[in-house]
Protein backbone atom coordinates (compact mmCIF):
# COMPACT_ATOMS: atom_id res chain seq x y z
CA UNK A 1 0.00 0.00 0.00
CA UNK A 2 1.34 3.49 -1.03
CA UNK A 3 -1.01 4.77 1.69
CA UNK A 4 -2.30 8.51 1.21
CA UNK A 5 -0.20 10.18 -1.55
CA UNK A 6 0.22 14.28 -2.19
CA UNK A 7 1.49 15.60 -5.34
CA UNK A 8 3.52 18.13 -6.06
CA UNK A 9 5.41 18.27 -2.98
CA UNK A 10 6.44 21.76 -3.79
CA UNK A 11 4.34 24.90 -5.54
CA UNK A 12 5.10 28.66 -6.19
CA UNK A 13 2.04 30.08 -7.30
CA UNK A 14 1.46 33.93 -8.68
CA UNK A 15 -1.09 35.82 -6.79
CA UNK A 16 -4.56 35.21 -8.61
CA UNK A 17 -3.42 31.90 -10.79
CA UNK A 18 -5.14 28.66 -9.80
CA UNK A 19 -4.38 25.22 -9.29
CA UNK A 20 -5.06 21.94 -7.95
CA UNK A 21 -3.42 19.80 -5.02
CA UNK A 22 -3.75 16.02 -5.57
CA UNK A 23 -4.37 13.82 -2.89
CA UNK A 24 -5.13 9.72 -3.31
CA UNK A 25 -5.16 6.84 -0.88
CA UNK A 26 -5.36 3.23 -1.71
CA UNK A 27 -6.88 1.95 1.38
CA UNK A 28 -10.54 2.22 0.30
CA UNK A 29 -11.24 4.43 3.04
CA UNK A 30 -14.46 6.80 2.98
CA UNK A 31 -13.21 9.75 4.83
CA UNK A 32 -10.80 12.41 3.30
CA UNK A 33 -9.97 15.60 4.27
CA UNK A 34 -7.85 18.29 3.89
CA UNK A 35 -6.04 20.60 6.15
CA UNK A 36 -3.72 23.76 6.12
CA UNK A 37 -0.61 23.80 8.31
CA UNK A 38 0.46 27.60 9.51
CA UNK A 39 3.17 28.18 12.56
CA UNK A 40 1.43 28.94 15.80
CA UNK A 41 -2.04 27.61 14.35
CA UNK A 42 -2.05 24.03 14.27
CA UNK A 43 -3.99 22.29 11.71
CA UNK A 44 -7.11 23.76 10.10
CA UNK A 45 -9.89 21.81 8.66
CA UNK A 46 -10.60 23.24 5.30
CA UNK A 47 -12.73 20.74 3.40
CA UNK A 48 -13.78 16.90 4.48
CA UNK A 49 -15.40 13.81 2.22
CA UNK A 50 -17.42 10.83 3.77
CA UNK A 51 -17.50 9.30 1.05
CA UNK A 52 -17.88 9.55 -3.17
CA UNK A 53 -20.09 12.40 -3.91
CA UNK A 54 -20.23 14.17 -1.17
CA UNK A 55 -18.06 16.72 0.56
CA UNK A 56 -18.93 19.46 3.39
CA UNK A 57 -16.59 22.35 4.35
CA UNK A 58 -14.24 22.62 7.50
CA UNK A 59 -13.18 25.73 9.62
CA UNK A 60 -11.56 27.72 6.52
CA UNK A 61 -12.89 26.55 3.44
CA UNK A 62 -12.94 30.12 1.51
CA UNK A 63 -10.82 30.19 -2.23
CA UNK A 64 -10.94 26.20 -1.99
CA UNK A 65 -12.95 24.05 -3.85
CA UNK A 66 -13.03 20.37 -3.78
CA UNK A 67 -14.93 17.71 -5.34
CA UNK A 68 -14.87 13.36 -4.32
CA UNK A 69 -15.73 11.82 -7.39
CA UNK A 70 -14.18 8.85 -6.82
CA UNK A 71 -13.04 7.12 -3.16
CA UNK A 72 -9.37 7.14 -4.31
CA UNK A 73 -9.19 10.77 -4.91
CA UNK A 74 -9.69 13.92 -2.98
CA UNK A 75 -8.65 16.78 -5.06
CA UNK A 76 -8.38 20.47 -3.62
CA UNK A 77 -8.56 23.62 -6.04
CA UNK A 78 -7.47 27.40 -4.97
CA UNK A 79 -9.45 29.08 -7.63
CA UNK A 80 -7.66 32.34 -7.44
CA UNK A 81 -4.31 31.90 -5.21
CA UNK A 82 -3.53 34.73 -2.48
CA UNK A 83 -0.31 35.16 -0.54
CA UNK A 84 -2.97 34.68 2.75
CA UNK A 85 -2.95 30.84 0.97
CA UNK A 86 0.92 30.56 1.58
CA UNK A 87 0.47 27.36 3.98
CA UNK A 88 1.59 23.35 4.15
CA UNK A 89 -1.68 21.33 2.99
CA UNK A 90 -2.51 17.85 4.45
CA UNK A 91 -4.75 15.48 3.07
CA UNK A 92 -5.79 13.01 5.32
CA UNK A 93 -7.95 9.42 4.97
CA UNK A 94 -9.76 7.46 7.62
CA UNK A 95 -12.51 4.55 7.77
CA UNK A 96 -15.84 6.83 8.58
CA UNK A 97 -18.58 5.67 10.87
CA UNK A 98 -19.15 5.90 14.84
CA UNK A 99 -15.94 4.44 15.90
CA UNK A 100 -13.21 6.99 16.22
CA UNK A 101 -10.77 6.04 13.97
CA UNK A 102 -6.97 7.28 13.60
CA UNK A 103 -6.21 9.28 10.24
CA UNK A 104 -3.48 8.40 8.18
CA UNK A 105 -1.78 11.77 6.68
CA UNK A 106 -0.03 12.46 3.18
CA UNK A 107 3.50 14.03 3.24
CA UNK A 108 2.22 17.67 2.56
CA UNK A 109 2.37 20.03 -0.22
CA UNK A 110 4.00 23.03 0.70
CA UNK A 111 2.60 26.45 -1.25
CA UNK A 112 3.97 29.51 -1.52
CA UNK A 113 2.17 32.54 -3.07
CA UNK A 114 3.62 35.31 -4.18
CA UNK B 1 -18.14 24.53 20.41
CA UNK B 2 -14.97 21.83 20.86
CA UNK B 3 -11.55 22.99 21.28
CA UNK B 4 -8.33 21.54 22.25
CA UNK B 5 -5.67 24.05 23.93
CA UNK B 6 -1.67 22.78 24.14
CA UNK B 7 -0.48 25.70 26.60
CA UNK B 8 3.16 24.87 26.07
CA UNK B 9 4.75 25.93 22.55
CA UNK B 10 7.88 23.99 23.32
CA UNK B 11 8.71 21.80 26.20
CA UNK B 12 12.83 21.03 27.00
CA UNK B 13 14.18 17.70 28.41
CA UNK B 14 17.03 16.24 28.94
CA UNK B 15 17.21 12.50 27.00
CA UNK B 16 16.55 10.25 29.95
CA UNK B 17 14.54 12.64 31.25
CA UNK B 18 10.23 12.00 31.80
CA UNK B 19 8.49 13.67 29.57
CA UNK B 20 4.93 15.23 29.91
CA UNK B 21 3.49 17.26 27.17
CA UNK B 22 0.03 18.99 28.05
CA UNK B 23 -3.55 19.14 26.69
CA UNK B 24 -6.63 20.14 27.59
CA UNK B 25 -9.78 20.01 25.75
CA UNK B 26 -13.82 21.32 25.71
CA UNK B 27 -16.05 19.56 24.23
CA UNK B 28 -19.38 18.31 25.23
CA UNK B 29 -20.38 14.83 26.51
CA UNK B 30 -17.71 12.11 26.27
CA UNK B 31 -14.64 13.28 24.19
CA UNK B 32 -12.28 10.99 21.89
CA UNK B 33 -8.78 12.21 22.18
CA UNK B 34 -5.83 11.71 20.09
CA UNK B 35 -2.48 12.51 19.57
CA UNK B 36 0.15 12.56 16.57
CA UNK B 37 3.24 13.45 15.96
CA UNK B 38 4.85 15.24 13.04
CA UNK B 39 8.61 14.66 12.45
CA UNK B 40 10.34 17.46 10.38
CA UNK B 41 9.13 17.79 6.80
CA UNK B 42 6.90 14.91 7.26
CA UNK B 43 2.72 14.70 7.81
CA UNK B 44 1.56 13.58 11.30
CA UNK B 45 1.77 10.02 12.59
CA UNK B 46 -0.60 8.47 15.05
CA UNK B 47 0.96 8.24 17.88
CA UNK B 48 -2.92 6.64 20.59
CA UNK B 49 -5.83 7.43 21.14
CA UNK B 50 -8.61 7.61 24.16
CA UNK B 51 -12.22 6.20 23.29
CA UNK B 52 -13.29 4.59 26.87
CA UNK B 53 -12.28 2.97 29.31
CA UNK B 54 -8.75 2.93 31.34
CA UNK B 55 -7.87 5.93 31.62
CA UNK B 56 -3.98 5.29 30.99
CA UNK B 57 -3.46 4.81 27.20
CA UNK B 58 -0.69 3.07 25.73
CA UNK B 59 0.66 3.94 22.59
CA UNK B 60 3.46 3.97 20.13
CA UNK B 61 7.07 4.09 20.80
CA UNK B 62 6.43 4.05 24.07
CA UNK B 63 4.22 6.71 24.80
CA UNK B 64 1.52 6.73 26.83
CA UNK B 65 -1.48 9.63 27.82
CA UNK B 66 -3.48 9.82 31.10
CA UNK B 67 -7.51 10.95 30.97
CA UNK B 68 -8.59 12.82 33.51
CA UNK B 69 -11.96 13.90 33.24
CA UNK B 70 -12.30 16.09 35.75
CA UNK B 71 -9.45 18.13 34.63
CA UNK B 72 -10.63 17.81 31.29
CA UNK B 73 -6.90 16.85 30.41
CA UNK B 74 -5.12 14.32 28.19
CA UNK B 75 -1.73 14.76 28.80
CA UNK B 76 1.17 12.86 26.77
CA UNK B 77 4.26 11.10 28.69
CA UNK B 78 7.29 9.43 28.46
CA UNK B 79 9.08 7.59 31.16
CA UNK B 80 12.46 8.13 29.90
CA UNK B 81 13.20 11.07 26.48
CA UNK B 82 15.41 9.89 23.13
CA UNK B 83 16.76 12.21 21.41
CA UNK B 84 14.80 11.01 18.62
CA UNK B 85 11.43 11.85 20.22
CA UNK B 86 12.38 15.15 19.09
CA UNK B 87 9.26 16.20 17.16
CA UNK B 88 5.98 18.69 16.74
CA UNK B 89 3.00 16.96 19.02
CA UNK B 90 -0.53 17.43 18.54
CA UNK B 91 -3.55 17.19 20.24
CA UNK B 92 -6.34 16.69 18.97
CA UNK B 93 -10.62 15.87 19.74
CA UNK B 94 -13.00 14.52 17.99
CA UNK B 95 -16.59 15.15 19.50
CA UNK B 96 -18.38 12.04 20.23
CA UNK B 97 -21.34 10.73 18.12
CA UNK B 98 -21.97 10.92 14.37
CA UNK B 99 -20.23 9.29 11.44
CA UNK B 100 -18.07 11.88 10.36
CA UNK B 101 -14.35 11.25 11.68
CA UNK B 102 -13.51 15.60 12.16
CA UNK B 103 -10.81 16.18 14.35
CA UNK B 104 -9.95 19.75 16.12
CA UNK B 105 -6.57 19.93 16.23
CA UNK B 106 -4.29 21.70 18.91
CA UNK B 107 -1.58 24.28 18.17
CA UNK B 108 0.80 21.56 18.89
CA UNK B 109 3.85 21.36 20.97
CA UNK B 110 7.86 21.35 20.13
CA UNK B 111 9.54 19.02 22.09
CA UNK B 112 13.23 19.32 22.03
CA UNK B 113 15.24 16.24 23.76
CA UNK B 114 18.19 17.57 24.72
CA UNK B 115 21.28 14.34 24.78
Known amino acids: NAGVTQTPKFQVLKTGQSMTLQCAQDMNHEYMSWYRQDPGMGLRLIHY???????DQGEVPNGYNVSRSTTEDFPLRLLSAAPSQTSVYFC?????????????FGPGTRLTVT | AQSVAQPEDQVNVAEGNPLTVKCTYS??????LFWYVQYPNRGLQFLLKYITGDNLVKGSYGFEAEFNKSQTSFHLKKPSALVSDSALYFCAVRAPGGATNKLIFGTGTLLAVQP
Open chain 1, 49 to 55: SVGAGIT
Open chain 1, 92 to 104: ASSPTGLSPYEQY
Open chain 2, 27 to 32: VSGNPY
